[in-house]
Each structure stands twice: as structure tokens, then as C-alpha cells.
């Protein structure tokens, strides 16, 4: 099969509907989700989670009013190795010296470049950021750059943002209780720390001259200061305390105060007599400046940090920061930091958001220890996300630290002006950190793998009904342990939907005598079940055969654990039982958060997904009312986002769904319902049955949008086939008072069939020739984007043009005539008929439309 090349940028999509008076107003970049992977001599099916890399691509765009999570005017491109070293300006053009590169150069007005790194030996020395015109639609260059066979990969330069929230009143306390609550004082008596340890801060830089930081701030002893000369040639002058890579010069002081506060956390001078103390007394602290004043700052800068962190010697790395991109150009960075034997710390973020649905990074990055936060009764944190891509909880609630000497706090506070308290995952990051940090003064020979089980196996418990990481770290229990091991239950065991018997796959080695394989009902289970043991070493394969035929459906975590003569470590992973279909309710009545059972429903809908037993379980909504955005002072801003096969039931029209709701999972049937914010679907075969669709503001909102996202380089049409949207069921609806009643992007073969279309502002809307027209080789393949089945709808002006737009916009529809004409002037085909054929198709329309609104059968009672 001949393959072909997918140019779709859902930026160019947006654009596309803005120039033509479309304004979106929900999130449409997404693609579905496939589950039903299988491990290898996997004795049943089992459903994987959620993909975080299309879970991005969602959160990419959530909400168009705010500012772009990548860098305008900037493009990172890694080239293959045979390009190495050949960039420069030729006729006033960047010249990298392939053909297609620099037509492609030309074409986007190439004119200037960097190189991440000008040492020849980094892993970055053939990255280059190139510099476009700010107004470029980026995604869509990147599309092109990705297409050439010279280019490894392409990519935005997004921004991360620190995970800071406000300060407030009352979470002021005067005294440093997270250190008590994680039994500092008694580790100290183990260790304090030592100063050859280097703990790299990469935030928004640090105040080296505080009074309790300075005599810890890491120095380059191989650096002559001032001489402006790069004595220790790591490629950076007189970088004698680090660097700022944000105005790119030796001084990385903190203009924000963020980057101290995390960084007198993990290494404020102890026993000094003045301040506050840090975990981590006596450790050097790498101050790297990454984001601006502001607390923004792009992945080239941050992987570029990254890399300098680790050839500079450090060991741990604290990154209180985060953003909702995924970059394979950070990812690398990151890798490489591990396989120097770099422990990399992150924070979870403050959306109080279920990161199994919506990861953050770079804490769901593999590689990286992941870091949730709780309070002073170890409880979540009401801010603090949750979910199984979590390690570890930490204090983060009212946490005293260092902050600039030009930073003033208000006199009731009560503090000197130089310290003040920050509450968010950013501030249980570095308490991590700077435990990792005594781990490795006391051994300094363990590697990340070893730390990351070290830290999973000296908790407290937490009271949490989310799951917050293994527990809260004690740094006593957890410098008490003295032996070398690696317990890890692979990853794509959390958060699997299981039935039957499951083969469990991990890594166990190390000074062990035998290890433990059990579960137990719950997030946090206070009895164990054991299933296998053994005095194996395992790495990378099966460690337990586990048979779920005689378990209650229910969430369970799996826990492994090694035994070492009077010590244990252990790693988890939450999975779930699913072996029958289940009914879970919900009712906006009910208080607090109760069981799902039909007498103690859940309150929100979001609630009930998450704890959903497992694949096709039933979410019965009763009657109501329901926003299901976060109502807290730290909002989840996404709404309902479905990532399991689930069936949605309303009792009727009267049950209310206020918030957008996002289909990211095959398989969804949604039914019974009045939505006032939309339904967006991003994967196939689901059901949309019975709804009443509209808009809270007439004609400010979109109906519902059917959508794929697609991010490879070459595709087959089989390939195309298996990644689209297509198959869903869309009948028995009233879509009306919207600004979009039905939005179809690049899918095909859905079924929309007995709806009634009423008084939207455009009915019905078409996008894929204006992007696929030039890439398909033959009308063979376009025919795939026409095989959406339309019968027996009612619309009550058909097409939604001869009232409202061509009145209202006439210039919007004369210049997409105007596209169509000039994409099928400049695409392959040579037949002129086949630009009516596209314009004339461009609604597709029922046989024969109903003159009268199609009546609806009652939908069934549960």
C-alpha cells in the first residue's frame, strides 16, 4: 500500500474556523485513546490506561483565551546525524545543506538559528532552534519539517510554568511543621547531609546571597571568576554558581522568589542559629534559572537545564514546574539525566485533576519522580492532583522557607523579610528533593531506581480517597534502610482494567532474600492478600500469575515487596477488578462524598468515572443539576473527560450537564441527558442517544464535534484507518440554539441518523478536504472522508445557510469558496468536476429530510 503523508495541525483547523466565523468553544485536538493492548504470554485481555501523549494533544488548546503553551516564533527541530554541524546562513537563509530542508527554509523565512548545545559530544549538539516569523502557524511548519527524512523530530517550544499558588492567611502558622510531621529531627541524627552532594534547582533561579542559602550554593571550582574566559570548557563563561538560561549569562538570581522558596526547602542552612532549616543541611544547591519573572519558561531552555545539571555534577534535581506538553525533545533530556544516575524530582501541579486522565509534565515522564501534596493532618491537599502516575506525598500546605532579600511580607506575618509561606505541590517537591539528597550522602553509590525504591518504602500513611503516591515520606523510616534494591511493578499496570487471571510483569534485584507479591481492596488497604513469592532476581518480566476469578470488583493495588534480613521495600501499582457490569449513581443532592451505591450516590459525575469498577460499568445520573468543574478555589477546568468504556445514564431530559464533557475512550454509550456545554468525541464506536444538546448562551457554543488527532509521519491508509474517528452512533437528539450544531473533523463511517437540528447558527460543518485534498493521491482515498452515513434528521432550515450566515457573513462564505477553488487548483487532481463535487458536498444531507421533527421513543427506566 502505498503510504502517505497526514499534514493535520489542529492550530491550522482553528484557524481555518475562525477566518470563516466559526469560533470554537471547546476543546477539539484530541485523538482516541485504543485500549486492549496485551502483554506479552498474557493469559486474558486486559485494557491499558489512557495514553498521556493524547491526553495532551487535548489539553493543548482547553482554553483558546489563554496564553499559548508554546514560545511564538520558535521551532525545535532535532536533525539526523549525517546534518551534524552543517547549519549556517546562506543568502540571508538558514543552510542546513539538504535540498529538502532548505526549500522548506525558503519557504517559511528561515533567517536565523541556535544550537542547543555547541559541545560536540552532547546528546543536543544536532538541535537547533530555528526562528520563523512570530504570526506562523507553527504546528502546520512543524508538519512539513517532520516529513523531511533529515529531521529526527519537530517540535513547538512549549512553556512550562511553576506549580506556586497564592499566598493565604491562613495558612500561615509560624513554624516549620512539615518538618516534624516527616520526622526530620530524627533523621538528622543519622544525616545531615554532605556538601559534595549537588542538588540542582531548576526553577525561576535562587537568591545566592541569602543569608541561610549562601554558604550552600554550589561552586565551579574549575571556572576562573570574572576573566571571561570558559576555563572548564563546558561551553558557558564564568559560570562560577551556576546559570541563567532565560537571559543567557552566569547570574541565575530568583526575580520571583520561587526558585529560593523551593530551593531553602531542600538545603536551607541548619544549625546556623537564623532562619529556617532545610531537609538537607549541609548540600550544594545548583541554582539553574529557567522561567522568567513570571514563572514561565520554554522546554529549549528546560532540557537545555537539564543537560547542564547533570554534566556539572549534580545528583538530584528538583523541578517544582510543570505544563501539559508532551516534548520529546525534554523527555530525552531527561533519559540522558537517568543514565548519568541523576534522580530527577518533579511536582504533580495544582489542579486537583486526576493525572491518569490528564498527565503533567515532566512528572509523568517515566524517569522522574513524581510528587503529590497534603497537609498538616496528611490529608490531600485540596489543590494537589492525584492519580497513579503519583510516587510520593509530601507537606505543601503553608510551608515556611527562604524567599529574596528584596521580598516583603506584610508585618502581621510576623516573619523577617526574607521568609515567608507557600503552599502547592512546588513546595512538597523539594522536601523530596532534599530527602533524595540525604539518601545519597549516606549511600552515595545508589542509582535513581534505587532511591525512587527507597523513598516508596519509608511512608506514613495518608487519608486521602485519592490515590497520592504509595503514602507521605518519613525521612526517618526512609534513611534507616541500608540495602541496595529495585522493587518496580512495571508501568502499564496502574490504573488496569483486569478480569480473570493476569500475568503481573516488574523488576526485582538487589540485596534481597526473597520477595512478596500481594494485594489488598482499596487505594490503601489495610489487609494484604498474598498471591506468589520468590528468591528470584526478575528483571523486566513476569514476578506473579494472579488469578481475579474469586475477588469482589473493586479497585485493588498490587504491591511487591523485598525482603532484606529486618528490612522490607516495596513498589505499587492500582488496578481493577472488572468481571461484572456494575451500576454506580450519582445525584446532585447528595453531601459530601458518599459510596455510589442507589441509597449513597455520588455528588458529581467526575467522582463516579473515576471509581467506576471497571469496562461498560453504568453511571446512572439521577435528576439535576450538575457543574462538574471543581467549584474549589483551585479549579480542574476540564469538565468530564470519559477515558473508560463506560454507559452514561441520565433518568431523563432533566438530568443537566453544565460543564463540556470529552469522550477520549472507544466504546462510550451516553444517554439521557440535557448538555448546556457540548460533547466532544475523540475516539469510535460510541453511542450518543437521546440528548437534548444546546447552548447555556444562544448560539455561543458548539453542539457536538466528532474529531481525530493525528501526529505521525507516514501513514498507510490502513494505518489511517486503524488512528481516525469513526463508527460512532449519533441518533434520537435535538441539537439546538447552538453556534455549531455538528462539527465533523477527518472521521468517517459515524452513523447520525432521527435527530432534530433546531434554530443553530450553522448546522452542520465539514473540514477535511481543506487539509486532505493535496495529499491524497487518488479520489479513491478522499472517499474515505465521505462515508458518513446522514439519514432521516430533521433540520429546520436545512443547512443553516440561507438564514444566518450567507445574510449575515457573505465575504466568510465567498472566501471559502475562493480555498476550495485554490486547494483544487493546486492539489494532484486533474479533473476540474472534482472541486464542485467537494464544494457541493461540502454538507452532506439527508436522502430525503424530515418536513416535521422526528418524535423520540422514551428511553428505558434503570
Not at 571550582?221 to 537571559?247: A, K, L, M, Q, Y
Not at 556539572?312 to 517544582?320: F, L, R
Amino acid at each position: 500500500m502505498e503510504k502517505i503523508s497526514l499534514k493535520i495541525s489542529i492550530i491550522g483547523i482553528i484557524t481555518l474556523m475562525l477566518t470563516i466565523g466559526f469560533n470554537p468553544l471547546v476543546p477539539i485536538n484530541a485523538m482516541p485513546i485504543k485500549l486492549n493492548k496485551e502483554i506479552n504470554n498474557q493469559v486474558d485481555e486486559i485494557d491499558y490506561p489512557s495514553s498521556s501523549d493524547t491526553l495532551n494533544k487535548y489539553l493543548a488548546s482547553g482554553n483558546f483565551g489563554e496564553e499559548p503553551n508554546f514560545v511564538p516564533g520558535e521551532i525545535i527541530i532535532k536533525f539526523r546525524d549525517e546534518i551534524k554541524n552543517n547549519a549556517k546562513i546562506v543568502n540571508n537563509c538558514v543552510s542546513i545543506g539538504s535540498k529538502i530542508t532548505d526549500k522548506l527554509n525558503v519557504k517559511y523565512n528561515i533567517k536565523s538559528f541556535e544550537k542547543l548545545s555547541v559541545k560536540k559530544d552532547s546528546i543536543f549538539s544536532n538541535v537547533y532552534k530555528f526562528i520563523i516569523p512570530q504570526k506562523s502557524d507553527i504546528l502546520s511548519i512543524i508538519d512539513d519539517y517532520r516529513n523531511d527524512p533529515k529531521v529526527e523530530y519537530a517540535e513547538p517550544n512549549y512553556i512550562y510554568h511553576t506549580f506556586i499558588l497564592p499566598n493565604d492567611p491562613y495558612f500561615i502558622n509560624g513554624s516549620q511543621w512539615a518538618l516534624e510531621k516527616i520526622d526530620a529531627p530524627e533523621a538528622w541524627n543519622i544525616e545531615t547531609g554532605r556538601s559534595d552532594i549537588v542538588i540542582a534547582v531548576i526553577d525561576t533561579g535562587v537568591d545566592y546571597n541569602h543569608p541561610d542559602l549562601k554558604e550552600n550554593i554550589w561552586a565551579n571550582d574549575d571556572e576562573i571568576p570574572s576573566n571571561g574566559v570558559d576555563d572548564d570548557n563546558n561551553g558557558f563563561v564564568d559560570d562560577i554558581r551556576g546559570w541563567d538560561f532565560v537571559n543567557n549569562d552566569n547570574d541565575p538570581i530568583d526575580d520571583n522568589g520561587h526558585g529560593t522558596h523551593c530551593a531553602g526547602i531542600i538545603g536551607a542552612i541548619g544549625n546556623n542559629s537564623i532562619g529556617v532549616a532545610g531537609v538537607c543541611w549541609n548540600c550544594s544547591i545548583l541554582p539553574i534559572k529557567a522561567l522568567n519573572s513570571r514563572g514561565k519558561g520554554c522546554i529549549l531552555c528546560l532540557a537545555n537545564n537539564i543537560v547542564y545539571a547533570t554534566d556539572n555534577g549534580a545528583d538530584v534535581i528538583s523541578m517544582s514546574i510543570g505544563g501539559s506538553s508532551k516534548s520529546k525533545l525534554f523527555e530525552e533530556a531527561l533519559d540522558y539525566a537517568h543514565s548519568k544516575g541523576v534522580t530527577v524530582v518533579a511536582a504533580a501541579g495544582n489542579d486537583n485533576t486526576y493525572l491518569d486522565f490528564i498527565p503533567m509534565y515532566p512528572a509523568a515522564y517515566s524517569n522522574v519522580i513524581a510528587v503529590a501534596a497534603t497537609d498538616e493532618n496528611d490529608e490531600k491537599a485540596k489543590f494537589s492532583n492525584y492519580g497513579s502516575l503519583i510516587d510520593v506525598a509530601a507537606p505543601g500546605v503553608g510551608i515556611l522557607s527562604t524567599m529574596p532579600t528584596y521580598h516583603v511580607t506584610l508585618n502581621d506575618k510576623g516573619y523577617s523579610h526574607n521568609y515567608d509561606t507557600l503552599s502547592g505541590t512546588s513546595m512538597a517537591c523539594p522536601h523530596v528533593a532534599g530527602l533524595a539528597g540525604l539518601i545519597i550522602s549516606k549511600k552515595p553509590d545508589c542509582n535513581p531506581d534505587e532511591i525512587r525504591t527507597i523513598l516508596h518504602s519509608g511512608i506514613d500513611n495518608v487519608f486521602s480517597d485519592r490515590y497520592i503516591g504509595v503514602g507521605r515520606i518519613n525521612a526517618n523510616k526512609i534513611l534507616q534502610k541500608n540495602n541496595k534494591v529495585t522493587a518496580k511493578i512495571d508501568g502499564n499496570f496502574d490504573d488496569l482494567i483486569v478480569n480473570k487471571t493476569v500475568i503481573v510483569k516488574g523488576t526485582v534485584k538487589g540485596d534481597f532474600s526473597r520477595y512478596i507479591v500481594e494485594y489488598g481492596k482499596g487505594y490503601y488497604p489495610d489487609n494484604w492478600t498474598e498471591i506468589y513469592n520468590s528468591t528470584d532476581t526478575v528483571e523486566n518480566d513476569a514476578i506473579a500469575l494472579w488469578n481475579t476469578r474469586n475477588c469482589d470488583e473493586n479497585i485493588y493495588t498490587l504491591r511487591i515487596k523485598t525482603i532484606c534480613e529486618n528490612e522490607s521495600y516495596e513498589d505499587r501499582a492500582n488496578m481493577i477488578v472488572n468481571n461484572v457490569q456494575n451500576t454506580v449513581y450519582v445525584d446532585d443532592d447528595a453531601v459530601g462524598f458518599e459510596d455510589g451505591t442507589k441509597d449513597h450516590p455520588y455528588q458529581y459525575i467526575r467522582y463516579a468515572i473515576e471509581y467506576a469498577v471497571g469496562t461498560n460499568d453504568i453511571i446512572y445520573v439521577f435528576s439535576g443539576e450538575y457543574k462538574e468543574k471543581n467549584p474549589s478555589t483551585y479549579p480542574a477546568c476540564h469538565g468530564i473527560i470519559l477515558g473508560k468504556k463506560i454507559n452514561l445514564l441520565g433518568e431523563d431530559k432533566n438530568s443537566v450537564i453544565n460543564d463540556e464533557i470529552a469522550l477520549l475512550c472507544d466504546k462510550i454509550k451516553i444517554s439521557g441527558f440535557t448538555f448546556n456545554a457540548g460533547i466532544s468525541i475523540y475516539s469510535s464506536y460510541n453511542e450518543i442517544v437521546g440528548n437534548t444538546i444546546t447552548a447555556k448562551i444562544p448560539h455561543a457554543g458548539i453542539g457536538l464535534i466528532i474529531g481525530f488527532y493525528i501526529d505521525v509521519e507516514y501513514v498507510t491508509i490502513e494505518t489511517f484507518y486503524s488512528q481516525a474517528t469513526y463508527g460512532n452512533i449519533i441518533t434520537n437528539n435535538t441539537i439546538t440554539k447552538t453556534l455549531l450544531g455538528i462539527g465533523l473533523f477527518f472521521t468517517a463511517e459515524n452513523k447520525i441518523y432521527h435527530n432534530n437540528f433546531i434554530d443553530n447558527f450553522e448546522q452542520v460543518r465539514f473540514v477535511y478536504f481543506t487539509f486532505l485534498l493535496s495529499d491524497f493521491p487518488n479520489i479513491e482515498h478522499l472517499s474515505f472522508s465521505k462515508k458518513n452515513i446522514w439519514n432521516e434528521n430533521y433540520w429546520d432550515d436545512w443547512i443553516g445557510l440561507k438564514c444566518k450566515i450567507f445574510q449575515k457573513f457573505p465575504k466568510c462564505l465567498k472566501g471559502e469558496i475562493q480555498r476550495v477553488l485554490l486547494f483544487v487548483k493546486l492539489s494532484k487532481f486533474k479533473e476540474k468536476q472534482i472541486g464542485i463535487k467537494l464544494l457541493g458536498s461540502r454538507y452532506e444531507f439527508d436522502w430525503h429530510p424530515l418536513s416535521e421533527p422526528y418524535v423520540f421513543e422514551e428511553m428505558s427506566k434503570i
